[in-house]
């Protein structure tokens, strides 16, 4: 397949008439009214024939399709939920998250999604790798610069500075800085 044949499209809602639209949930259940709008993206498939899925959304307002035609993916995240597809199949390859607030795409074919605790990093494959707790509840100013991500967790215990600085390595995965580890250390257990 060409990397330019058009893969998906955002709606700006469900289709009032052609096929039904089929609900993309993160679990093995249909939405709790699977009549309610979600996220709704149509997904082309090779030949030209279509679908359109209604993704029940998390706990945030981000939403966001990347797509990996290398690796026949599309990463869509609905309201804060992260799901995998492949175009042409209805159900999820993978699921993560339910809060994610940001997502940027690395020039190595990688996402960082943003939650208020933590990152996760999605790859084009479709593997999917989460930090240790980073930030009590919050986590802003997010940059990469040379495979390292850059950003500010909150720590509500601070007296001075709320905001507690953090790096991560992409391809290390090594952590440095940032507010929970103010006090606990990665296995959760407290800092003495």
Known sequence: MATSEKRYEILSGLPAYGPLYIPVTQVERPFINPYSEGFVVRFFGPSGES???????????????????????????????????????????NTFGSAIRAAILTDHDEVVAVEDTHVTIICSTGHIWVSERISWDGIKDLRIDK?????SSYDPMAHHNEWTDFTLDLDTKQLTGGSY????????TPFK
């Open 51 to 93: 679908w359109v899925a209604n993704f029940s959304l998390g706990h945030s307002s981000f939403h966001a399709v990347f797509d990996f035609p290398q690796t026949n993916l599309c990463l869509v995240i609905a309201g804060g939920n992260g799901y995998i597809m492949k175009p042409t199949q209805t159900k999820p390859v």
């Open 147 to 151: 495979r390292v991500i850059f950003g």
């Open 181 to 188: 580890r103010r006090y606990f250390n990665s296995d959760g």
